[in-house]
């Protein structure tokens, strides 16, 4: 039987509570580049490796870094200039973007968080989509999750007003489901790993089987419009760290099991079902991610229509070469 006791402790393990935005920290830091980031995937590889570090000291620019639990708050301190740059997965930019936030989308991870599932109790009596008509499902509003159990409903031929939706961080939605208090909860790594280790957790559906959703890096506009250097350094960073992930895969484990106190056996299993890869922002990336925008405002989640492409970041142009 699932203990709450150890999910809990598991899931608070895996997250800390979003820093406090003091006055220093809106004002910025000159020459430094300030990373928002979550327990799992390429930037907490890259920060243990020094990667990011190391491409930014021909520049003179320092790397500072903020742990976030989830993506909305990562969002909401690149929009008041906490952080200059940050990674999550596909809704939290587009509420971010809904709200006025000035953000960039700058790179991108097709099919990068693939780990992302909807679970239930063992003994639950639901075994298809379908069954989520009239229950209560937990999920981060406006996060990877929230889309996830969007399209779940598409997949199942149910309407939103299907589910009773209970919108929860993933801590808070640990303990209530671990206490029966819904019925599904939709989460990713490494709390669906650390979850699914428990015998007491099933998987009802999982995002491969469902959609391959996309992560995105984001930059703060105005740093980004004015450091473009800096982010593409990165960004190189990035997808030097990307292509050593995919071939070592048992190093990256141990790597973020180190660096986030996430159990190395969950982590195994979340680093198994991720997918390393990052690229620009491609006509497909783009066009999905507007069809991720169009769906929450179809249901009303976000007020007005907005347009991705107006926040996707044009990279200046290498200098001509001279000869």
């Known amino acids: 039987m699932l203990s709450r006791r150890t999910l809990l402790a598991g899931a608070l393990a895996a997250g800390l509570p979003v820093p406090i935005l003091t006055r220093k920290a809106l004002a910025g830091e000159a020459g430094t580049f300030r990373i928002g980031y979550q327990k799992n995937g390429i930037l907490v590889v890259a920060k243990q490796q020094g990667s990011i570090e190391r491409a930014l000291k021909p520049l003179g620019v320092a790397v500072r870094w903020t742990e976030f639990s989830f993506g909305p708050p990562v969002l909401e301190a690149l929009g008041v200039g906490a952080i200059d740059f940050g990674q999550t997965g596909a809704p939290p930019p587009v509420f971010a973007q809904a709200a006025g936030n000035t953000l960039l989308y700058v790179a991108a991870q097709d099919a990068g968080g693939s780990g992302e599932a909807i679970l239930v109790p063992q003994g639950s009596p639901l075994t298809t989509l379908a069954d989520l008509k009239g229950k209560r499902v937990a999920f981060a509003k406006g996060s990877s999750a929230h889309y996830l159990v969007v399209r779940a409903l598409e997949k199942a031929g149910l309407a939103y007003t299907d589910i009773e939706p209970v919108t929860l961080a993933p801590a808070d939605a640990a303990a209530a489901f671990a206490r029966g208090a819904v019925d599904a ?26 959609e391959k959703p996309t992560n995105f890096f984001l930059g703060n506009r105005d740093f980004t419009n004015a450091n473009a250097p800096v982010v593409q350094a990165a960004i190189g960073a990035l997808a030097e760290v990307a292509a050593w992930c995919e071939a070592h895969r048992p190093e990256v484990a141990a790597l973020l099991a180190k660096g986030t106190g996430v159990p190395l056996d969950a982590t195994r299993r979340a680093v198994d079902r991720s997918v390393y890869v990052i690229a620009p922002l491609t006509e497909a990336v783009i066009a999905g991610q507007q069809r991720v925008a169009d769906r929450f405002q179809a249901l009303g989640l976000i007020a007005n229509p907005i347009r991705i492409r107006e926040a996707v970041w044009t990279p200046p142009a290498p200098p001509a070469s001279k000869g």
């Open 185 to 210: 909860w939709a989460i990713w790594d490494p709390y669906f790993a650390i979850a699914e280790r428990q015998p007491g957790t099933r998987i009802l559906a999982s995002a491969v089987e469902i």
